[in-house]
């Protein structure tokens, strides 16, 4: 099934074409709840097995909840993986950078669960030589460069070359409520968006670009601290 999404003058489209036993990794933010919601609305689309993975260091405990995708989803049967939870605490001798952690996450859950396909909603950092906005102690982090996907693997990311306001458009036209949410990498799910940390402003950005449609959804002053 056909999405078209983003601005006039940023228009793209994608095509999601779910088949045999399929799986999402979702974290509680929205980009991974839009693709979700996405699938929900593709007729005749497979049971959409949930997974969500436990973290440590910085954006551990606290941060992404398996209790905020039962929530978005009103689902009760999240496959919870911990498998790799060495990887991702910083103090730890087994440490990894996330996009490898995320990479063997995937593999092992397509092996373990016989997944034809696994959904995730990773997607494009806007690189600053094409959005100048982005330079500067603005805002925080530094550029993260592209993520990818080895080819041998399931999985799919059908907004890997998206940016981010193409996936709030997506949300908007899809009347998918993103309100509960939770993307901040610098106060925890139960304190809600610090409106500062990178992750914040992204979102803000995106929105920004959509100005157009700022009536079509009353609920973004989520991002507009």
Same mark, same amino acid.
């Given at each position: ?171 908007? *036209? ?28 992204? *979102? ?22």
């Amino acid at each position: 099934m056909k999405f078209e999404c983003g601005p006039k003058w940023d228009t793209r489209i994608i095509n999601i074409e779910p088949k045999g036993k399929i799986g999402i990794l979702m974290s509680g933010g929205a980009d991974s709840f839009i693709l979700y919601e996405l699938l929900k609305s593709i007729p005749d689309c497979p049971h959409i097995n949930i997974f969500w993975v436990e973290t440590g260091g910085d954006t551990g405990a606290g941060w992404d909840l398996v209790e905020t995708v039962e929530l978005l989803t009103g689902r009760d049967d999240i496959i919870v993986v911990e498998k790799f939870l060495k990887h991702t605490e910083n103090d730890s001798p087994d440490y990894l950078p996330w996009n490898e952690v995320l990479i063997k996450t995937n593999v092992w859950i397509e092996e373990e669960y016989k997944l034809d396909i696994l959904y995730n909603g990773t997607n494009m950092n806007p690189p600053p030589e094409f959005f100048p906005e982005f330079h500067g102690e603005n805002f925080g982090t530094p550029y993260r460069g592209h993520w990818y996907i080895p080819k041998y693997t399931k999985v799919i990311c059908p907004f890997l070359h998206l940016y981010k306001y193409h996936i709030m458009d997506l949300g908007i *036209k899809h009347n998918v409520d993103i309100s509960q949410t939770h993307s901040c990498n610098d106060w925890p799910t139960t304190k809600g968006h610090c409106g500062k940390c990178r992750t914040c402003l992204e *979102k803000k950005w995106g929105f920004s670009e959509l100005e157009d449609k700022f009536h079509l959804y009353p609920k973004l002053n989520f991002y507009q601290e």
